[in-house]
């Protein structure tokens, strides 16, 4: 895998926010974002989660950040 893939991988992966949600919240995230994403399956929301769709755009990506900011956290882009 050359960087060039690998930086805009990561750059639309929302993993590092869901590793700091609280166990107890993790459902109640899961579930606001596969709403957001339009998503039912766990499959397509791990691919979202992991930045492996490239269709995610601006307004989404603002909901999501949204979403993790009520739960106290600021920069949920990442690994």
């Not at 690998?6 to 995230?29: C, H, I, N, Y």
């Not at 709403?35 to 995610?56: C, E, H, M, P, W």
Request: glycine fraction near 6%; include cysteine; proline fraction near 1%.
């Amino acid at each position: 895998m050359n960087n060039e893939t690998k930086t805009q991988t990561t750059t639309r992966a929302f993993r590092k926010g869901l590793s700091e949600v609280r166990v107890k919240d993790v459902p109640a995230v899961k579930a606001e974002i596969m709403d957001i994403l339009g998503v039912t399956t766990k499959q397509s929301f791990i691919r979202y989660a992991d930045g492996k769709v490239a269709n995610l755009d601006v307004e989404k990506a603002r909901r999501i950040e949204a979403v993790f900011a009520r739960y106290g956290i600021e920069n949920c882009w990442g690994d």
